[in-house]
């Protein structure tokens, strides 16, 4: 996927997304890969820079446009944008010569003035009549180490900024904290002083190195840094997302060592890219992982079943106790049990059943339960954290339903589909569904009891499918159902 699906953005003319890139690894490639997939969409962006650009970097947008006198230089920006899309807008050159029409090729050396804060955030405010998009910013640097760790200054981040994207290279791991492979290597040694104390689970202290020889990086330290106040997340603005990005992933064992990284991180972590961006023009970004969400739905009054449809037991279980149960093993980092017209007896059995897993439940009731399963669904995504990236909609009648098929329902958001639902013989069915965060608000204006079907089968075309087994999404919905099971 590339990363504008990856994120994702929902892009509006005029309503910028102002995107900071910071750390080290394929700033500048990730950057100028983001801004061709928002141009090739049909939309505008503006990149830029609030450090130094070398002058290799013009090559990568299709105009280039000059600050001059501290002016924002508008009717070039909005002729360049009208012509290509995107624009990358620059200041001064710092070294000796150049053209100023940036006619005349620069020296590859030649390194180019960034733009102040102030003037980035004066440009967020010109964005609605330059019909922009989303304004990128390369707000750091790292001299082209894979990884760095800020020092006081660093890194400049416009306080505009609606998302932090946090780069690191790979390539880093296993590497000795130098200046060979680190930028600002003594201040990572600092900043890695608090290592042992930090939250996230500290590996086995290796064998003791020969005298003076550097500490190497590992996987804890390179998940420590990206989140650490004063590494990766550093003047991350109040309101701003953040994103990481684990870069140079070019080959199975550094995607391994991505996904090494992303264990590391505590349950409410910010989504993490994985990929080689620079490395693979097409699809850089090969997984993207966040926290996501699992929804039971046992809110109904079973009418057609004639008494609690959730309470009765199936193959030897209270169904849904078998259904928590299976949510609870698919690996989602919420679990949301949404009840309705028999709420008490639900959370009876569940306490009961589970023991101490109970305390790992968010149980909401639906009042309005009796007008239909959508208001069970907008209930659920209401409730969610709102870390939470995707959810999977789950019915509790399902009784073979197993974790298995739920882990490669959510994989398939990891691999970039926005909404993913079972298929038997190739035909998609409606339960268990995945839901993109983005997807959300489409899923709340449904109603009755149709449930999420409807948002299925309207963008049918876009929907991922995991072929399965009819068994597995048999559904129990009359006392005969439960009789052919006995």
Not at 86 to 92: E, K, R, V
């Amino acid at each position: 996927m590339d990363l504008l699906t990856a994120l994702p953005l929902d892009l509006h003319a005029g309503v910028p997304h102002v995107i900071s890139f910071v750390g080290g690894g394929g700033k500048s490639s990730a950057l100028f890969g983001l801004a061709k997939a928002i141009a090739d969409r049909g939309h505008r962006v503006i990149s830029t820079s609030t450090t130094h650009l070398g002058a290799e970097q013009l090559a990568l947008a299709p105009s280039v446009v000059r600050v001059t006198n501290n002016s924002l230089p508008l009717p070039q920006l909005a002729e360049a944008l009208a012509q290509h899309n995107h624009c990358l807008l620059i200041g001064a050159a710092i070294s000796h010569a150049s053209d100023a029409s940036l006619k005349t090729p620069m020296p590859a050396e030649m390194r180019l003035k960034g733009l102040p804060i102030p003037m980035i955030d004066e440009l967020v405010n010109h964005c609605a009549q330059l019909g922009v998009s989303a304004l990128l910013v390369e707000a750091d640097g790292s001299k082209r180490r894979p990884i760095k760790a800020p020092a006081t200054y660093e890194p400049a981040v416009p306080t505009a900024t609606t998302m932090l994207i946090t780069v690191m290279g790979l390539d880093a791991v296993g590497r000795p904290i130098t200046e060979d492979f680190v930028h600002r290597p003594e201040l990572l040694r600092q900043l890695l002083h608090e290592y042992s104390a930090s939250s996230l689970p500290v590996e086995p202290a290796p064998p003791a190195p020969a005298l003076d020889a550097p500490m190497r990086l590992t996987p804890s330290m390179m998940a420590h840094l990206l989140l650490h106040p004063n590494g990766g997340a550093k003047n991350l603005p109040p309101l701003a997302r953040h994103v990481l990005l684990l870069n140079k992933a070019e080959s199975p064992v550094l995607l391994a060592v991505a996904r090494l990284i992303r264990q590391q991180f505590p349950s409410d972590a910010p989504l993490c890219l994985m990929g080689a961006v620079g490395f693979a023009p097409q699809n850089p970004i090969q997984e993207r992982w966040a926290p996501l969400g699992i929804a039971v739905l046992a809110a109904g009054q079973s009418r057609r079943m004639g008494r609690s449809k959730q309470l009765s037991t199936a193959d030897g279980e209270i169904m849904v106790v078998r259904a928590v149960r299976v949510a609870l093993a698919s690996g989602a980092e919420q679990t949301v049990v949404v009840t309705g017209a028999y709420a008490p007896q639900v959370e009876e059995q569940l306490r009961a059943a589970l023991g101490a897993d109970f305390t790992r439940l968010h149980l909401v009731h639906n009042p309005d339960w009796a007008s239909g399963q959508a208001s069970s669904v907008r209930c659920a995504i209401q409730n969610f954290a709102p870390h939470i990236a995707a959810a999977a909609i789950m019915p509790v009648d399902q009784p073979f339903l197993s974790p298995l098929l739920l882990k490669q329902i959510f994989q398939r958001w990891r691999l970039g589909a926005q909404m993913v639902a079972p298929a038997v013989q190739s035909q998609m069915r409606g339960a268990p569904a995945l839901f993109d965060r983005t997807m959300w608000d489409e899923l709340a204006t449904v109603d009755g009891d149709v449930g999420a079907r409807v948002v299925l089968r309207r963008y049918a075309d876009a929907v991922s499918t995991v072929e399965t087994s009819a068994l597995q999404l048999q559904d129990i919905d009359t006392p005969e159902d439960l009789a052919r099971l006995a």
